[in-house]
């Protein structure tokens, strides 16, 4: 069998959209259930929107969220980027020979010619298209220089020679067969005069060098698809399978756009999401597996496939999202949960390290109502505050003067219990109460206003063992 090798392909001229990594996570989860290779092509031949940040992006979006690529250009290095090793990532740009050696297969075979069109040239054909329609759409390139033999030592471009019938046609792997008539398609730019590919051109000559044998994107490419199968037609190469991904829709079912919500993988992450909750959502919107909606990223390898991907666009509900969000941090080690929250607890002024072993023992307790580390962070302030910041409501209304005897005395019945534990303080609180004849919740909601300076916490026998004695005692006793 042959080694299934899949591309994912970013044009570098801003920050990774969540539907990009959609694209990603699906070719990630193919080549790493088959165990084939994901290759990580930065298509950044438009200079002018092209960026070194917009390429960090990509790498720090594809990074966080664990997608590892594999293999990269043996002249490692070039180019100025400190991530790029043997794993990668190729740049279009450094690979412009390669397209030149292309355009002249494809000239030699005529499948592509010389167009000496100038700019007014053009204009004026759209003119006339305009004056005979009435409108500027359908306009095609009318194939001026087609059957032009000169050879003129003046600007040109290179465009692909598409034939005049017939069509042109492929079977989606999510979208089934889609047929065009080639009389439809323009006679694309493949290269411009300067020797820079454009799209159609350098993506069909990667994906043929680079042995991809199932093209997976958005299916804003579908028009696209036609000229380059025609690529490879004219170079009798085989053709690779084709995926094209419907793009995420807003709820109203417009695309997705930052009007709806956030787009960018890094703002999630600067929200507090866990990395395997966006994973999680992102395969979810779009593919399904029966009706589970929770999955390790180890599940999503075992049981991704392209059969089960919606034809249709999937609606981003942001709900959805962070209930998926907040079970994936519930299925977080305490260990793992402490490290990924301690930053978030530096953004609010709190120097905690991941490895302290009372922000393992809080993490846990704050978990289960908490969406993002934003939440756990917030949730876990008062361990790590001295004193704890008060609800000013709670503290008038629940520590009364009333409130302050049963906290003293509180304070002195937990003093000696051993070992400073939720059961040995529960049963030496309840034998306190029943003797003084009180409920506990008399006692409960000031203690834990006291211990937290909120009116909602976990368990208060769990937050004084985390506190710990000493703390427990200087903030029942304040
Ligand atoms: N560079 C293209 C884009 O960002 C990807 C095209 C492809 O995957 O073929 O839309």
């Known amino acids: 069998m042959t080694e299934v090798r899949v591309r994912f392909a970013p044009s570098p001229t801003g920050y990774l959209h969540i539907g990009g990594a959609r694209t990603a996570l699906y070719n990630w989860l193919w080549a790493r259930k088959l165990g084939g290779k994901l290759i990580l092509r930065i298509e950044d031949t438009d200079r002018e929107r092209s960026t070194e940040q917009s390429v960090r992006a990509i790498f720090d979006s594809l990074t ?128 411009r005069g300067d020797g820079i590919p454009l799209y159609n051109l350098g993506a069909a000559v990667d994906d043929i060098t680079m042995g991809i044998t199932l093209v997976a994107r958005g299916d804003d490419h579908v028009i696209n698809t036609p000229q380059q199968i025609l690529i490879y037609q004219a170079l009798g190469v085989p053709l690779p399978d084709f995926a094209h991904l419907p793009m995420i829709l807003a709820p109203s079912g417009e695309k997705l756009s930052k ?35 929770i999955f390790t990223r180890a599940e999503l390898i075992e049981k991704f496939n392209w059969e089960h991907v919606g034809e249709t666009g999937a609606r981003f509900d942001i709900k959805k999202f962070q209930y998926v969000q ?90 000696n219990v051993t070992p400073f534990a939720r059961e040995a303080l529960e049963a030496a609180v309840k034998a306190w109460l029943e003797a003084k004849g009180l409920e506990l919740k008399t006692v409960a909601q000031p203690a834990r206003v006291a211990l937290t300076g909120r009116a909602a916490s976990p368990g208060l026998f769990e937050v004084m063992e985390v506190l710990g004695r000493e703390r427990s005692l200087r903030r029942l006793r304040a």
């Open 326 to 415: 907040a079970n994936q941090l519930r299925m977080l080690p305490p260990e793992t949960l402490a490290s990924e929250v301690a930053p978030f607890l530096l953004k609010r002024g709190l120097t905690v390290a991941g490895s302290d072993p009372q922000l393992i023992a809080a993490a846990p307790l704050v978990a289960p109502r908490a969406t993002t580390f934003i939440d756990a962070a917030d949730a876990l302030d008062y361990f790590f505050r001295e004193p704890p910041v008060f609800d000013e409501k709670a503290k008038a209304k629940l520590l009364t003067a009333e409130a302050r005897v049963q906290l003293t005395d509180l304070a002195t019945v937990i003093e």
């Open 259 to 293: 009007r709806h919500a956030a787009v960018s993988v890094m703002d999630y992450k600067e929200q507090g999401y866990l990395p395997d909750g966006v994973l999680n959502y992102l395969a979810r919107l779009g593919w399904s597996h029966g009706d589970q909606e």
């Open 64 to 191: 966080w969220l664990g997608l590892d690529w594999d293999e990269g250009p043996v002249e490692s290095s070039a180019g100025g980027c400190a991530s790029r090793g043997k794993s990668g990532p190729y740049f279009q740009t450094e690979r412009l020979p390669v397209y030149n050696d292309y355009v002249a297969r494809l000239i030699g075979k005529g499948a592509a010619y010389r167009c000496y069109c100038t700019k007014e040239d053009l204009d004026r054909a759209r003119a006339e298209h305009k004056q005979k329609t009435g409108n500027e759409q359908g306009f095609r390139y009318p194939g001026t220089c087609r059957e032009r033999t000169d050879q003129p030592d003046l600007k040109h471009v290179i465009r692909l020679k598409v034939p005049r019938s017939g069509a042109t046609s492929w079977v989606d792997r999510i979208k089934g067969r889609i047929e065009m008539q080639n009389e439809s398609l323009q006679d694309a730019v493949l290269m």
